[in-house]
Each structure stands twice: as C-alpha cells, then as structure tokens.
C-alpha cells in the first residue's frame, strides 16, 4: 500500500495530511506559520509537520509514494532549488512537486486536477494549470493591482466614507458602522487617526462590509460587486495565459473570503463567462492541505476524482478539527 503526503504552509499556520490509494485520510499534523525565507526553519517545520502527521499514520517515511507541498511565498523559479533541499531533510525518497499556495485549491476542489484556482482570503492569488502541466499566474502582489481580499475591501470602504466626509458622494451606511468599529466617536476623528498612523486598515472588519452591503447600501453593494469582478478578472488572466476559452473547465474558489456574500462569486462566474463560456465555478470547502496529498498524487501519476472524492470524505475525522 502506498500513501500520499500534503503539506501547507502559510503565514498563520501550517497542516500536513497522509492518505493511502484509496483516498482514506490516515495521519494528520498542525504546526505554526512558515514561510521559505530562512532555510534551517523552513526544514525544521517540514521535519515537524512530516514525522507528525507519519505516527498518526502509523507509517514510516519509505511508504510514502508521493509528496505534494503549497507554500506560501513560493512565487519563483529561483526559490526551488532551497525549497527542494529542504523538503529532502525528512528523509523523502518518493517523487514530489511544490506549487505556491494558491494552487492548492485547485487540486483539491477540482475533478480533473487541473483548471483555474482564485483564493481569496486577507489578500487574493490565482493560478492556474493546464491538463498538459503549465501553469499560469498572478504575481500574487497585491501593490501590482491584485487587490480584492479583505484588506482591500475594508481600504476601499474607508475611502467611500472619505468621499462622502468630503461630499464628493452620496451618504453611506459605512461611515457610521466604521467609526463604531474602530471605537471611535466621529469620521473626522476616524481620518485624524489613520492619516497620522496610530490605526491601520483592518482586514477584520470585511465581514462589517459585507453585512452592509447585504443590508441595502448602494456604495456597500457595489465595493462587493467590485471584488467579485475584480478576482474574475485574474481568472480571465489565467484563462487567457493557458487558453482555456474554447473549453469546459472548472475555476476552484477557496478561502474565507468567499464566504462573505453569495455575490462574490456572481459576479466572478458573470465576469469569467464573458471570456470562457465553458468554465463551471465551483467552491473548494475543505482546507488547502487536502489539495497538497493530490498534487502528491498527480506526482506519483496516481491522481484519481474518487481518490479525492474520498479524502475529502475523511480528512475530517483524520484531523479530528471543524471544517
């Protein structure tokens, strides 16, 4: 029996989750935020995650028959060649592939292994990959004009309710419940503080615009339309770096974010099928690391949907955590 390793890390936490052929989640492992930058940690929490999820297992190393990891901040060829010295301090002889984050999703959430991933959560990434094995990207920077997660949201409402403080728009909802969220007593009070720096745009009141928008506010309504459009628009990228117009495929959304509101991913579908009226969206609802043991699947060449069917299934009770 072979079994299959993923691994996920990013900046607030890290999973690790083995599987066998079949798909049945067997060992599952936790750890703390990683990121590619300092070598030594980076293979200490890869060490970490591996032998952990392996006793849960009950295996041994030399059973694992591929290995799919998704790291956040892995953005360029250059970084491989670290990452790949890293991963081999488990002791790892199996063939394996990283893939930045994002990717993930959609491995996990679609039945073909490829297609268009959108992940939204604090910020936003996309990739993609064809049934060839090329991908495609956003530069997954958010100063580059990728810009429709949580932060955003909450830094363009704060500048709707700066366009109405200075009456350059009608009234909205938003100034109100932005200056009680930040426990604050008026919106000029609201600006003295974020233009002098002792408050910063908090990702954390998304949810606050959410809520208004869903409440009737017209500039509320809109900045969610916004985002929708505006993560369709790097799938159209995708789409169009990999050609996918003229076929069916699936575009995987995954992260917090799109638990928002139900218009988010209106809008993306709206804003996608404009370019590539084939594509299907689809939500992924479990967490990334189980599109990590099927990207190890699609390593090993033993990448099947009732495999994934079947480990998302399972990777509940594996982990023993909420989904």
Known sequence: MRYFL???????????????ESGQAVGFAESGRGNPYNFQAFAALLQELTTRALQAAGIGIAQIGGAGLGIGGY????????????????????????????????????????GVAVVAGTSCNAWGRDPDGRYGRMTGFSWLGENAGSAELVGKALVAVAMEWTQRSPATRLSQELTAYYKLNSVEELFEELTLGRMRVDSRAAPLVF???????????ELVRWA????????????????????????????????????????????????????????????????????????????????RLRLVETFQSAAKVKI
């Not at 579908?269 to 370019?275: D, F, N």
Request: charged residues 20%; aromatic residues 6%; glycine residues 12%.
């Open 228 to 307: 929708g459009r505006e993560l369709g628009s790097q799938a159209v990228g995708i789409i169009r770096q990999l050609h996918f117009e003229e076929l069916a495929f699936e575009v995987v959304c995954g992260g917090s974010f799109f638990k928002g509101s139900p218009v988010l991913i209106e809008e993306l579908t709206q804003t996608v099928r404009q370019t590539a009226p084939g594509a299907r969206v689809v939500r992924m609802e479990v967490p990334p690391v189980v599109g990590g043991v099927m990207l190890g699947m699609t390593a090993a060449r033993a990448h099947t949907n009732a495999a």
């Open 75 to 114: 953005d360029w060829p250059s970084q491989r060649a670290e990452l790949d010295r890293a991963f081999l301090t488990t002791g790892a002889t199996c063939p394996f592939e990283f893939v930045n984050d994002a990717m993930l999703a959609l491995f996990g959430g679609s039945q073909a292994g490829w």
């Open 211 to 221: 809520r208004v928008a869903a409440e009737g506010d017209a500039a509320a309504q």
């Open 6 to 20: 993923g691994i996920d890390t990013g900046s607030t936490k890290s999973h690790a989750l083995i599987a066998d």
